[in-house]
């Protein structure tokens, strides 16, 4: 059998792979959802039907963001995801070959990193650095593949049992200018547009959790000239259709 087949089997069965993976997410999902959160999405209509597209989002709770999400969105997306507050080998491998074949960006926050206190070290500097770009790449290229990325730029949720610096349910933290990069580099190779779509989320708890999750009209890095004050207003736009 000629290489060329090999490949192109290889290729269909890794396809075939991430779907079914994708499906058992969204399984997984409504069951951990079920009796425990139910989902209010408005402005679905501006993420595009195909396509890529860069959702910007707040960061509120560790597990419910991603079930409501799920439950919103009919079309697959890939999360960019933190796991430097795995403890040990065991749930790192674990966590990294999901979200690899899932191909959810994974990175390490530097001061979560700086933070550990665990007694097996599992993470560097280096590997903060390393992490960092290879997420970044590969959120770039799922952009350009005419992907869905989803990324929460404050870095942090309101609520994780692990730790988070916010310290109250309110608190929005500084966007960092990762989901910037991932767009330049993206709409470089690409040589086109790619959207923005601010995301706003806030919950109403009770026996079951009531997730508000909100779309914003799409926004163009052409909004504003200058990166930092393009950085604010998306950041702005976040806060504000997260108001209840």
Sequence with gaps: MSRSVNR????GMEAT?????NLAMRAIAAI???GRLQT???GVENVPAQGPALIVARHYHHLYDGLALFAAMPRQFHIVVAIDWVKNRRVQWFMQTVNRIARWPTLLRADAVARCNYSTRLFSPADVARYRRSALGDAAEL???NKVVVIFPEGYP??????????NFDEFLPFKPGFLQILRAAEKKTNRAIPIIPAGLCYRAGACWEAFLKFG???GRDHCSDPVQLLRFVEERVRELSAE
């Design 8 to 11: 192109m089997l290889s290729a």
């Design 17 to 21: 792979c991430r779907g079914v993976v």
């Design 32 to 34: 951990l959802a079920s």
């Design 40 to 42: 209010r999405v408005t």
């Design 143 to 145: 952009l350009v593949q």
């Design 158 to 167: 309101n609520i994780d049992p692990n730790y988070t610096p916010k310290k």
């Design 217 to 219: 009209e799409p926004i």
